[in-house]
């Protein structure tokens, strides 16, 4: 069975950094698109960032220039590193995978999230 298991996320002032992991079992993220998404309160669930199995990454608007998302096949993990952190990027992040073309936001696999919270 698929497993994702994030980490990293905590509690972090404005203009801080965080770096989430997410290991990856069943399925390998050298194979897979993989993604970060995230969901706050009251808001839909919105794609952050994917990375192709050819390391082609797509951002968000809102995160370009500031995430930058990565993996490592050696411990088969996806990281999301988040830099100038603002209130707004506070939510639940969400790792993902799918074996489809990586061309939309839509995933199969999902981990259960790691909370950031961005304090000003």
């Known amino acids: 069975q698929v497993q994702l298991v994030e980490s990293g996320g905590g509690s972090v002032q404005a203009g801080g950094s965080l770096r989430l992991s997410c290991a990856a079992s069943?399925?390998?993220?050298?194979?897979?698109?993989m993604a970060w998404f995230r969901q706050s309160p009251g808001k839909e669930r919105e794609g952050v960032a994917r990375?192709?199995?050819?390391?082609?990454?797509t951002y968000a608007n809102s995160v370009k220039d500031r995430f930058t998302i990565s993996k490592d096949k050696s411990n088969n993990t996806l990281y999301l590193q988040m830099n100038t952190l603002k209130p707004e990027d506070t939510a639940m992040y969400y790792c993902?995978?799918?074996?489809?073309?990586?061309?939309?936001?839509?995933?199969?696999?999902w981990g259960q999230g790691t909370q950031v919270t961005v304090s000003s």
């Open positions: 993902a995978a799918d074996s489809g073309f990586c061309n939309a936001w839509n995933f199969n696999y």
């Open positions: 990375i192709s199995p050819y390391g082609v990454s």
């Open positions: 069943r399925l390998s993220v050298s194979t897979y698109c």
